[in-house]
């Protein structure tokens, strides 16, 4: 395409159309044409879209991440919207043309995937909860009338996820919680709504350890006495991830309580303290300060 190899020259980016083109498969490999177009219509090039739809191609697309699939010999418009010459000869016949606004969410769903598809970050979301819910692309993104031009949100977070997960916006507003509101991290720094092979679509480390291990190294280990309910049970187990009523996003108002969920006294449970449960050994953290693990004592003191 004549555009598109201009651009290319100019920019000297052919290395980068190969990587591309290794990483997207190419659109015609892409999902089932709709019947209106596939019978008829051939590719006529992003410069024919332009003649009649100049205001979108400036406005909406040249400035869009997808301006790369004119390059090398990509189709552009074309890619999403299916070979257009009948469209074209019909005046702009919109029945002649694959449009988004008719099309079911797994239609479009397919017809993004064929080139995200092969992405790390997209690959697991057929079998996502967002896609068994019926949630598509689409709610999250919008190719030409994106909010956030970044990752092409058709709103920032977290606003676009309170839209539908009301019980996260009140957690996050707790006394206690992780600065998400205040923009200092964000709901994908923990998820990967794209989907994952682990529960709640929380990403993981590439180590396989938890993600909060990312941020919190040091409560992750490992140490030569471990404290076991971390690593069997995670960080989870005692913590809420999103935000608590709670000092340090406890589950348990007091610690003491959180504790005796597990350990019984006077020696029963997992690991009965010799120790019995009056007052001064009610703030259990008090002695067993690395709570999370120790290399120096096997109890925790330090
Ligand atoms: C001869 C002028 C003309 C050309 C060339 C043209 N279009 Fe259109 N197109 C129109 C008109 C007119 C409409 C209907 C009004 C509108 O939505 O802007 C339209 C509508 C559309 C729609 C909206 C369909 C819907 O209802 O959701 C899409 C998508 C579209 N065109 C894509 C393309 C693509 C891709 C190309 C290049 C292959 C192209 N058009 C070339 C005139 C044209
Ligand atoms: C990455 C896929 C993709 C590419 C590439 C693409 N479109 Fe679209 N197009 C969409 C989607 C999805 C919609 C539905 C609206 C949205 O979500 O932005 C849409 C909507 C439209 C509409 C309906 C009116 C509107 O503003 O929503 C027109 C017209 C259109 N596209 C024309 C084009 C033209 C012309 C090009 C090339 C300059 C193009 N599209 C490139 C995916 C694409
Ligand atoms: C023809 C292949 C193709 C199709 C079909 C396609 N994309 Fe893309 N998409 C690309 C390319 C190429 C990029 C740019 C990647 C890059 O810069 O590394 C991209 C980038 C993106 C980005 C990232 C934008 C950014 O700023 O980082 C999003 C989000 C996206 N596409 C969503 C969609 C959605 C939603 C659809 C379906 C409506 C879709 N894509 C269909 C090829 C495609
Ligand atoms: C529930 C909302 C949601 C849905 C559904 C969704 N996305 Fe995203 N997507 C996001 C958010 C948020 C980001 C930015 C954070 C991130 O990368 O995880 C993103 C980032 C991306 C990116 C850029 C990051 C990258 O991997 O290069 C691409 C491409 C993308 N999405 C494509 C898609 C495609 C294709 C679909 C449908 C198969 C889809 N998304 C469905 C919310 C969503
Ligand atoms: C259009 C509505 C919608 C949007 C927008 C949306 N979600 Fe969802 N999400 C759902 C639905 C529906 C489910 C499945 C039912 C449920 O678990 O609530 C779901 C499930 C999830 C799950 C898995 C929950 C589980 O129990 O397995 C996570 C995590 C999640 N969403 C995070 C996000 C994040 C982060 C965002 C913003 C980037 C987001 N969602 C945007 C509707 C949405
Ligand atoms: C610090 C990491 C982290 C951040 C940030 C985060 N989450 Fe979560 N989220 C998790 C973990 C871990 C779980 C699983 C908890 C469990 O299984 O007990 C989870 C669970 C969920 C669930 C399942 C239902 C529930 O409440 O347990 C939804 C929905 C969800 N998160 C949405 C969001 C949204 C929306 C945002 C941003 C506003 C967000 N999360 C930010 C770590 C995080
Ligand atoms: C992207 C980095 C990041 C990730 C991932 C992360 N956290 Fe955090 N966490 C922080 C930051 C920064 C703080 C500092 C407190 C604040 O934001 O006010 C914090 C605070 C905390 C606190 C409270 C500390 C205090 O002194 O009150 C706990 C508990 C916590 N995180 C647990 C977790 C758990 C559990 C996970 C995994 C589900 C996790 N974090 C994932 C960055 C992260
Ligand atoms: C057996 C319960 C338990 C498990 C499991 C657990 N924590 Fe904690 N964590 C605590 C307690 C109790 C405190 C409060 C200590 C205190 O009283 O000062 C705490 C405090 C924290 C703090 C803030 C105080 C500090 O020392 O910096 C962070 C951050 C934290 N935990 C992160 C994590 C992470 C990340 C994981 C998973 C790798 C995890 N925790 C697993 C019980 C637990
Ligand atoms: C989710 C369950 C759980 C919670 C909550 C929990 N623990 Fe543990 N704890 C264990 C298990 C399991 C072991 C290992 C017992 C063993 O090896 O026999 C252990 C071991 C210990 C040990 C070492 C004992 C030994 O004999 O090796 C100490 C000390 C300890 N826990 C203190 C605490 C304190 C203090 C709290 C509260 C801040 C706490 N634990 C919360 C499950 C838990
Ligand atoms: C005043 C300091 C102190 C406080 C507070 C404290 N402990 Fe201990 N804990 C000890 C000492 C001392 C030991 C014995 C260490 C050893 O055997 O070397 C111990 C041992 C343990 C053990 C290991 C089993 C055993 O009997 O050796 C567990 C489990 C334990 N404590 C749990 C708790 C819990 C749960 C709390 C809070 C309800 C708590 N501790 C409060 C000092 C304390």
């Known amino acids: ?24 498969r190419p659109a015609h490999a892409a999902a089932q044409e709709k019947s209106a177009t596939s019978q008829t219509s051939q590719y006529v090039g992003v410069d024919t879209c332009k003649t009649c739809h100049e205001e979108l191609y400036k406005n909406n697309f040249e400035n869009t991440a997808h301006f790369k699939t004119t ?11 299916g070979p257009g010459s009948a469209h074209v000869e019909g005046g702009g016949d919109v029945t002649k043309i694959i449009s988004f606004t008719t099309m079911s969410k797994q239609d479009a769903n397919a017809r993004c ?31 030409h ?14 606003k676009l996820c309170y839209g539908c ?8 507003a707790k006394p206690y919680h992780h600065r998400v509101d205040e923009g200092l991290m964000q709901c994908s720094d923990c998820h990967n709504v794209h989907g994952t ?9 590439a180590s396989g350890d938890a993600i909060c291990a990312k941020c919190h190294a040091d409560k992750q280990g490992p140490f030569v006495y471990e404290h076991v309910p971390v690593k069997t049970e995670g960080c ?7 935000g608590s009523t709670n000092p340090r996003y406890l589950r348990v108002s007091q610690v003491n309580l959180l504790c005796l969920q ?30 999370h693990g120790s290399n120096a004592s096997n109890v925790f003191f330090r």
């Open 71 to 81: 390059l090398h010999d990509g189709h552009g418009c074309e890619s999403c919207h």
């Open 113 to 143: 995937l064929s080139c995200h598809a092969a992405k790390h970050e997209q690959r697991h979301f057929s079998g996502s909860a967002h896609a068994s819910n019926d949630v598509g692309c689409l709610d999250c993104h919008s190719p």
């Open 197 to 205: 092979t682990t529960i709640r679509q929380v990403r993981t480390m």
């Open 1 to 24: 395409m004549k555009t598109g190899r201009t651009y290319l020259q100019l920019l000297g980016l052919a290395t980068l159309a190969t990587l591309l083109l290794g990483v997207f």
């Open 145 to 158: 009338h994106a909010k956030q031009p970044e990752q092409l949100l058709v709103s920032a977070q977290p």
């Open 236 to 242: 989870s187990s005692c913590h809420t991830p999103h």
């Open 165 to 172: 997960h009301a019980t996260a916006k009140a957690d996050f």
């Open 262 to 291: 597990c350990h019984t006294f006077p020696v029963q449970g997992p690991a009965g303290p010799s120790h019995n449960q009056s007052t001064k050994y009610q703030a259990c953290t008090m002695c067993h300060a690395a709570i």
